[in-house]
């Protein structure tokens, strides 16, 4: 069964600030703490939100990236870093395991809002959602 474009959308909105958090705090793990234990758990997790929207079967299959951007920006607002702050605000704090000052909090939902265009390329198929997950995202062995 394929979806139309407003059902797609819906599917799309209503993962946003899971995909935001498992972004956000993917991003900041990169960045500032790669040995973080549960780098890779929230790396698998965000693959299988993008890899889930990817194949969803829609109508018009050519808008599907266009569909999803606009999810994105005009009915979730996430191209506001401050939407995508108060999206992962309260799982910044919950996570224990890392603590993440506030500036850099912001900057990774900055970086996030920037991102949207790729993340959008991923959801309607024109790049690969694993290799972007490596790419952004890559590994590191981690110290015992």
Known sequence: MAFDKAKFQDKVTDRIQQIAQNWCLCMYCHLYAPDTRTYHHWKMELFTLLDY?????????????????????????????????????????????I??????????????SDSLKEISMCIGGEIDVLDYIDKTFPEVKLQR
């Open 99 to 112: 603590d993440i000052p506030l500036s850099k909090q912001r900057e990774v939902c900055r970086m996030f």
């Open 53 to 97: 929207l990817c194949n969803l079967n829609i109508k018009d299959k050519k808008s599907k990236t266009k569909y999803s951007y606009v999810a994105f920006t005009r009915q979730a607002d996430y191209d506001d870093e401050s939407v995508v702050f108060n999206a992962c605000r309260n799982k910044f704090i919950i996570e224990k395991e």
